[in-house]
């Protein structure tokens, strides 16, 4: 027994021996052997006819973004598509683009994630460019009808070289920045848009919607959408294409609430159109158009591809849409069946509005504990209400009033109102009705369709009912 015990004493002190020999060897250690790793940059540098787009990420300083992590999807123009791009934009070099703008068209070109051609598919997906309006991504079309074309521009003619950090696909066109027109021209799904804004060599739009003086918001109505608008009220087509753009702003659909905006539309007398957006159930215009596609990131604007073409408003089209005013609708209809209030409103006017919100309308009927609806009221005092809130003819804008000052137009019903400005409190004007109320306000003016103008009243108004 002794014996083996001093056996195992020695096995033991030998396995000792042998591992501080083999890990305490003046403290060495063997590093694992070195992966080598191909990056986009890598692949770009071994292909000679990628020679140009190298030399640009290197003046534009985003080669290391593309050694990084990715992942990446980059369409990378050939040298011919480089020196196509530099001649048409009268650039002799490289050296001639502004640094921004030569950053800018390369992120053009990159895409996040690993996008192989087998899962492209035709639609929108956002590029790394931030030159898009408020310094967004701007938006990259790609159709994989015939091959897979980017923007209507650039065709990919090598797809799938694989790097460790994402996926090459050689194009034949360098992918410039695009503007509203541009994306446009892009979608197979606006071709009937296009062919309406440019009838008969006509450039008005076109020249509009690729300025970069202010930024456009545009509702664009999809082929589908064209073939079955009928244009019921004969309206002039280059005014209703007008009514789908909003100058002045870029509204994103995270900006977009229930809300007016003011279009490049205008009424006969040179106001522009109002437009109600609801987002109450999606984004919908003017009550019968609805946003199918939204955020097409354009350089000078935003375009939200909708379901329908939008009809210039009548003053029933903001009353309809509009579901402030759902007590107003419903005197105008049920509450008034001897009275066709509907077609008179929908009539060439023009007409002045002043419009009930639905807490003003609750507030008529709580006057009377025998009124629970509007149809509760007496239809002929109903009617003579209704009649007390329009003055015709006239398109009477905020504008028109005397400011400071008091302006007393008739209604349809007979009497006058006065209109006082500046108004007070949250009122942005002060209104005396027929009766001699003097605590109604104006809250909301200029509510402008092509047959009038609606303010809104935080009251309803009552005509002289002793006359």
């Keep these: 027994m002794k014996v083996v015990s001093n056996f195992f004493k020695l096995s033991t002190l030998l396995v000792m021996f042998l591992f501080i020999s083999c890990s305490d060897d003046d403290n060495e250690t063997v590093d694992p052997p070195m992966v080598e790793t191909t990056t986009i940059v890598d692949l770009a540098v071994d292909t000679a006819d990628l020679s140009i787009l190298v030399e640009a990420l290197t003046a534009a300083n985003l080669v290391e973004t593309l050694q990084g992590d990715g992942p990446f999807t980059v369409f990378a123009p050939t040298n011919e598509a480089f020196a196509a791009f530099l001649t048409a934009n009268n650039f002799s070099s490289l050296s001639d683009i502004p640094d921004d703008i030569l950053t800018q068209v390369l992120l053009n070109h990159v895409v996040s994630g690993t996008n192989l051609s087998t899962n492209l598919s035709t639609g929108y997906v956002s590029s790394l460019s931030t030159a898009g309006a408020g310094g967004r991504n701007l938006s990259m079309y790609i159709n994989t009808n015939s091959g897979v074309i980017i923007n209507g521009v650039a065709t990919v003619i090598t797809p799938d070289v694989e790097a460790d950090n994402g996926v090459v696909h050689i194009v034949n066109s360098v992918i410039g920045l695009p503007n509203i027109v541009d994306h446009a021209v892009a979608n197979g799904s606006l071709t009937s848009l296009v062919s309406a804004l440019t009838a008969d060599g006509n450039t008005t739009f076109t020249d509009l919607l690729s300025s970069t003086d202010t930024d456009f918001t545009v509702f664009a109505p999809v082929d589908t959408a064209f073939s079955a608008f009928t244009n019921p009220n004969d309206n002039d087509i280059n005014a209703v294409l007008s009514y789908h753009v909003i100058p002045g702003t870029a509204a994103f659909s995270d900006d977009l609430m229930n809300m007016y905006v003011t279009t490049a539309a205008t009424n006969a007398d040179g106001d522009n159109l109002s437009q109600y957006i609801s987002t109450d159930d999606g984004v919908v215009i003017n009550g019968s158009s609805q946003v199918a596609l939204a955020d097409i990131v354009a350089t000078n604007g935003v375009v939200h591809a909708v379901s329908s073409v939008i009809d210039l408003p009548t003053v029933t089209t903001f009353a309809v849409a509009d579901a402030t005013f759902e007590p107003l609708v419903a005197a105008l209809t049920e509450g008034t069946p001897a009275t066709d209030f509907v077609s008179i409103l929908n009539g060439e006017g023009p007409f002045t509005v002043f419009a009930p919100t639905a807490d003003a309308f609750q507030a008529l009927l709580d006057s009377n504990m025998d009124w629970n609806s509007v149809s509760d009221i007496d239809e002929a005092l109903l009617t003579s209400v209704l009649q007390h809130h329009v003055v ?60 009038g103008v609606i303010h809104v009243l935080n009251k309803v108004m009552i005509p002289n009912t002793s006359n």
């Design 392 to 451: 015709t003819p006239g398109n009477v804008r905020s504008s028109d009033l005397t400011n400071p000052g008091d302006t007393s137009p008739n209604t349809l019903e007979g009497d006058a109102i006065t209109i006082s400005l500046p108004g007070t409190g949250d009122n942005i004007a002060d209104v005396t009705d027929g009766s001699g109320n003097t605590v109604i306000g104006i809250v909301v003016v200029d509510v402008q369709a092509n047959n």
